[in-house]
């Protein structure tokens, strides 16, 4: 399985872009790159999910090089709502997630 | 659209005290799972079902046992419970067929203590 690496914590302001990178050194040919979002209190909800390249929807855009080796999700001019704390997990295709590992996460905060 | 539901919300045991958390579906998905997440740390998988009629162990089996009950539902069993077991409790679905690699979706969560 892939090991991710994320920061614990992260600061911005409203308005701003806010870019989260993980790095998965180890990533196979076969992972996905999903991201999730979790706030106090709830479960996570899926943001975004690629393999390569870059894909974009209406919450968020996520960047992955050509070697896979890292990837940011990128948040556009965050909101106070968007704090919360973001998952980066790394798996293969051919299962059925049971191997998704959530790490610690990193810890948005977004201030006025 | 429910999505995923979860009961109780809450819950307080007694250590040696039996309980089974109840997850329910609407999404008509193949696989469903439980987690488990203490304060400050990422989710850790106890058990899931990739398809109806079978579970798996995942990570932190220990303690648990699981139903798969039918498609839409999945249950959770603390036989004799331990303070070791104080945790947020999630139950998450995706659709996943063979061979796909389908989001999670997660209920909001069972809060239990274990005096």
């Known amino acids: 399985l892939a090991k991710t690496t994320q920061p614990i914590s992260m600061d911005s302001y409203e308005g701003q872009e806010v870019n989260i990178t993980c790095s998965h050194n180890?990533?196979?040919?076969?992972?996905?790159i999903t991201w999730y979002q979790q706030f106090p209190s709830q479960g996570p909800r899926f943001i975004i999910q690629?393999?390569?390249t870059k894909v974009t929807n209406e919450v968020a855009s996520l960047f992955i090089p050509a070697d896979r080796k890292s990837s940011t999700l990128s948040l556009p001019r965050v909101s106070l709502s968007d704090t919360a704390v973001y998952y980066c997990l790394v798996g293969p295709s051919d299962n059925y997630g049971q191997n998704f590992v959530f790490g610690p996460g990193t810890r948005l905060s977004v201030l006025p | 659209n429910a999505g995923v539901t979860q009961t109780p919300k809450f819950q307080v045991l007694k250590t040696g005290q039996s309980m089974t958390l109840q997850c329910a579906q609407d999404?008509?998905?193949?696989?469903m799972y439980w987690y488990r997440q203490d304060p400050g740390m990422g989710l850790r998988l106890i058990y899931y079902s990739a398809s109806e009629g079978t579970t798996d162990k995942g990570e932190v089996p220990n303690g648990y046992n699981v139903s798969r009950l039918n498609k839409r539902e999945f249950s959770l069993r603390l036989e004799s419970a331990a303070p070791s077991q104080t945790s947020v409790y999630f139950c998450a679905s995706s659709e996943a067929p063979e061979g796909s690699n389908q989001p999670q979706h997660f209920g909001d969560g069972t809060r239990l203590s274990i005096l």
């Open positions: 180890n990533i196979a040919t076969n992972d996905y």
């Open positions: 690629g393999y390569k």
């Open positions: 999404m008509n998905h193949n696989s």
